[in-house]
């Protein structure tokens, strides 16, 4: 099993930044990528970013945060990261991290484990 723990969500305002952690441990071995998600209140849960956990591969964005979100990795710390920049009111979610067994772009049912979520919230 992998266990992932998610960190660094808060209160903020419009226009300032934000960096999550998320750590894996467990049989880090089976992972192939990582990814972020987030769910905002009565919404369905929206795709953010995904990260290749073991090659200098593929990095993908959510349309909605393409330029201003940045997914990064530390394989020594087994730790994927989402740098979040200018954020908006409608940042405001859950956001969970998520590893997979699998590699390419990936759907969220690919996704293996997930976190518990941290609360990202973004004040106008």
């Known amino acids: 099993q992998v266990q992932l723990v998610e960190s660094g969500g808060g209160l903020v305002q419009a226009g300032d930044s934000l960096r999550l952690s998320c750590a894996a441990s467990?049989?880090?071995?089976?992972?192939?990528?990582m990814g972020w998600f987030r769910q905002a209140p009565g919404k369905e849960r929206e795709f953010v970013a995904q990260?290749?956990?073991?090659?200098?591969?593929?990095?993908v964005y959510g349309d909605s945060v393409k330029g201003r979100f940045t997914i990064s990795r530390d394989n020594a710390k087994n730790t994927v990261y989402l740098q979040m920049n200018s954020l908006k009111p409608e940042d405001t979610a859950v956001y969970y991290c998520a590893a997979s067994r699998e590699t390419g772009r990936l759907l969220e049912s690919q996704y293996n484990y997930w976190g518990q979520g941290t609360q990202v919230t973004v004040s106008s």
């Open positions: 467990g049989r880090t071995f089976r992972i192939y990528t």
């Open positions: 990260i290749s956990w073991w090659t200098s591969g593929i990095v």
